[in-house]
């Protein structure tokens, strides 16, 4: 008797390889509100990207380490088009009206998006290193560790800059006016650029939301809200790629 189509080999399913009841599991509403278990899904799975986010920046990052460029660059586009997902994933989130928010917002304080360790990481390996982290957020012992190796490990532009260095040292103006000789750094370059700006695009396009469900109200987490997300629009991982710009 031959087996159907999706039937061989009991010991794997789609199920039990991806979890699914486990993951189906995650979502304890604290309320009765019918947008909680929306509000809970998308922020679960922006830490599932940001897990993939930063399983790619580490590959960005040591393969150029390799002088691998093709991989990094490789890399930096899924990089890219995972940020695009991100920035779109907000708009679901707006979908929810300011009055259905606040049917269970209450219950959240004081959890905030400000404790998310891998959004964290995500900076670190960036090059926005703030050791002062380790104390305000309330991490496990394990993602401790994690931001602690963070903050010692190379981040994305030391990786950059040594092998900038391996490469002759050009100035980032050569860099960008002989690109007939330097195209692998340059490409790698705006690979770099690309990420830096979609994180600025993300971090506007959050406080658009937060000013849309909450005004100006006091964030869960205790700081000012929208005043506070304001303060860091400015922040940038590679300012010495925005700064070549104007001498070109
Ligand atoms: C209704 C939707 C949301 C509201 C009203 C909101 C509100 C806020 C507020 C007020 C803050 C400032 C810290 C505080 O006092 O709490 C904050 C920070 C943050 N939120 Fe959200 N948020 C929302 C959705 C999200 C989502 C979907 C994510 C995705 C992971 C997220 C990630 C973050 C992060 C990473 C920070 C820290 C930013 C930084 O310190 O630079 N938030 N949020």
Redesign the pocket.
């Known amino acids: 008797m031959g087996s159907n189509f999706g039937e061989e080999g009991r010991r794997l399913s789609y199920g039990s390889y991806l979890k699914i009841p486990e993951l189906l599991s995650l979502q304890e509403c604290l309320t009765e509100a019918h947008d909680e278990l929306l509000?809970i899904a998308?922020?679960q799975a922006?830490?599932l990207w940001f897990k993939v986010l930063l399983q790619e920046l580490e590959a960005v990052r040591d393969r150029m380490q390799l002088d691998d460029t093709f991989w990094s660059r490789h890399a930096l586009r899924r990089v890219s088009v995972i940020w695009r997902l991100l920035i779109e994933q907000?708009e679901v989130?707006e979908t929810?009206s300011p009055q259905d928010?606040l049917a269970f917002r209450s219950e959240l304080a004081p959890a905030?998006?400000?404790q998310?360790i891998q959004?964290r990481e995500i900076e670190f390996i960036s090059g926005l290193k703030n050791p002062s982290y380790l104390k305000r957020l309330e991490a496990s012992p394990e993602e401790q560790a994690r931001l602690r190796r963070r903050l010692e490990e190379p981040t994305l532009w030391d990786a950059f800059c040594a092998l900038v260095e391996r490469r002759g040292s050009p100035s980032l103006e050569e860099v960008f006016k002989r690109r007939d000789l330097h195209g692998e750094l340059f490409d790698l370059s705006e690979g770099l650029l690309d990420h830096d700006e979609s994180f600025a695009l993300w971090?506007s396009r959050?406080v658009l939301?937060?000013e849309r469900?909450?005004g100006s109200k006091?964030?869960?987490?205790?700081?000012t809200?929208?005043q506070?997300?304001r303060s860091?629009l400015d922040k940038r991982f590679f300012p010495e790629l925005w700064a070549v710009r104007s001498r070109l």
Do not use: C, D, N, P
Request: hydrophobic fraction near 40%; charge should be neutral; glycine fraction near 16%.
């Open positions: 509000f998308v922020h922006y830490e907000v989130l929810m928010f905030s998006g400000f998310s959004f971090r959050h939301m937060v469900q909450i006091t964030g869960t987490g205790g700081s809200g929208a506070y997300l860091t």
